[in-house]
């Protein structure tokens, strides 16, 4: 399955985003998405993570400011992302969890002034 991510942009610190994670077929097909992410020369990491339960996980960096769900009437997992800093700025991704092969372009988010 192929995931895709949307909805990046630029925003001052403080300020909230909301991502969109698409896939290829249903949603409810993939078992767990998750949210990655990759700041200029950094290695890639998790971010949040939803089972096909709703349980969810966090990285301590952003666990109270990001919230993953899966939107079941638009077949999306959103991000939405608030109190938004710049060491948030990075390329965000959506994969199964374990990732699979297929990681997109991305989605890249600037949190900057």
């Known amino acids: 399955v192929q995931l895709q991510a949307s909805g990046g942009g630029l925003v001052q610190p403080g300020g909230s985003l909301r991502l969109s994670c698409a896939p290829s077929?249903?949603?409810?097909?993939?078992?767990?998405v998750a949210w990655y992410r990759q700041a200029p020369a950094k290695q890639r990491v998790l971010v949040a993570g939803i089972t096909v339960d709703n349980s969810t996980i966090y990285a301590d960096s952003v666990q109270g400011r990001f919230t993953i769900s899966r939107d079941n009437a638009n077949n999306t997992v959103d991000l939405q992302m608030n109190s938004l800093k710049p060491e948030d700025t990075a390329v965000y991704y959506c994969?199964?969890?374990?990732?699979?092969?297929?990681w997109g372009q991305g989605t890249l988010v600037t949190v900057s002034s």
């Open positions: 994969n199964l969890y374990p990732p699979g092969p297929y």
């Open positions: 077929g249903s949603i409810f097909s993939v078992g767990t």
